[in-house]
């Protein structure tokens, strides 16, 4: 675990946020797990593109190229999206699980050693780019359509959760 307190706050983990979208998507899968539809889907189905879309929202690849890293991002989102629907799956699930997704990023950074304070900025910071994703995925479940469906844009409302 890294220390995130002190002079030194965000630690010296520099551009890459110390958490991996692995451990992101696991703790966001077994939050969903449980719950339907997602207690009905084969396990291997279960994740969608999830797992992409949250390397491309942590930039695992450290890529510098924002607008290539946004195109793979959207086209992840999209392919979730379109996964879901095919699954029979509504907006609204698909919606919960852009939420839930914040949760389980939130509850990995604090696992991690962030402060509620970093935790806070870093999703502040992710905010456009995890709003991009979930739009990506509406019209990817519209099949590239989007009818002005109810987007839940949960980072705005996240914040009054934080200690």
């Known amino acids: 675990m890294m220390d995130f307190g002190g002079a030194d706050e965000f630690g010296n983990w520099g551009d890459e946020l110390p958490v991996a979208a692995d451990r992101v998507v696991r703790r966001w899968w077994h939050i969903l797990m449980d719950a339907a539809p997602w207690r009905m889907m084969p396990v291997d189905d279960g994740l969608g593109s999830m797992r992409r879309v949250m390397s491309e929202l942590l ?23 379109a996964f879901r629907r095919a699954q029979r799956c509504s907006l609204e699930d698909l919606s919960c699980e852009f939420g839930l997704l914040l949760d389980a990023l939130d509850g990995e950074m604090r696992h991690a050693g962030m402060t509620s304070a970093v935790v806070r900025d870093i999703l502040t910071v992710l905010d456009s780019e995890f709003c991009l994703a979930q739009e990506a995925a509406a019209r990817g479940w519209n099949r590239g359509v989007f009818i002005g469906a109810t987007v839940n844009r949960r980072v705005s409302g996240h914040f009054d959760d934080l200690d």
């Open 59 to 81: 930039n695992e690849g450290g890529d510098l190229d924002r607008g290539a890293r946004h195109l793979r991002l959207t086209s992840a989102a999209r392919d979730h999206g």
